[in-house]
């Protein structure tokens, strides 16, 4: 089956501006058809590949599916969500996530703030988020007095 992921996004964008997230119950129940589906070719290709003694292609199998069940996974988290109606809420900072990035990404946990420092986190080792700051000791006095 061939589908048409441009047609159901513009469907998208014009529902959840208003909150109505039958679209994005709609696009992620058909994403997740597409990976169910892609996990069978792929299972069917690694077969293939091990019968052939085809390492190479079994390996790029072998990554093609474990992305596409972590994307299957994702799916069924948003879903879940999408059930207990904590979907759209940002799990970090549980701040609305704006409707435009869940178009994109229907799939998001995390709003484009707590997913931008998520990635920075990552990619520089740990690096603290904050730098103290200084001069606060003052402030002390002050409680309680
Ligand atoms: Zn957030």
């Known amino acids: ?7 159901i996004r513009s469907e998208i964008s014009a529902t959840v501006g208003e909150r109505d997230l039958s679209g994005v119950r ?9 990976r169910v589906e892609q996990l069978d070719v792929l299972k ?9 003694g085809d ?3 079994r390996q790029v199998t072998q990554e093609l599916r474990l ?8 799916i ?8 207990g109606s904590s979907y759209g809420t940002c799990e970090r900072c549980h701040e609305s996530i ?19 420092r998520t990635e920075n986190g990552r990619s520089r080792g740990g690096r603290p988020a904050r730098t103290p700051s ?4 003052g402030q002390r006095a002050w409680v309680g007095s």
């Open 98 to 116: 704006p409707p435009e990035r869940l178009e994109v990404l229907p799939t998001a946990r995390l709003c484009t703030h707590c997913q931008f």
């Open 76 to 83: 069924d988290a948003a879903l879940e969500r999408l059930e």
């Open 67 to 74: 992305a596409a069940q972590s994307a299957l996974t994702e």
């Open 1 to 7: 089956m061939n589908h048409n992921i441009h047609a």
């Open 55 to 57: 390492e190479p292609r």
């Open 44 to 52: 069917a290709d690694a077969a293939e590949a091990v019968a052939t």
């Open 26 to 34: 709609a696009e992620l129940d058909q994403q997740r058809r597409f």
């Open 134 to 137: 200084a001069g606060r000791s």
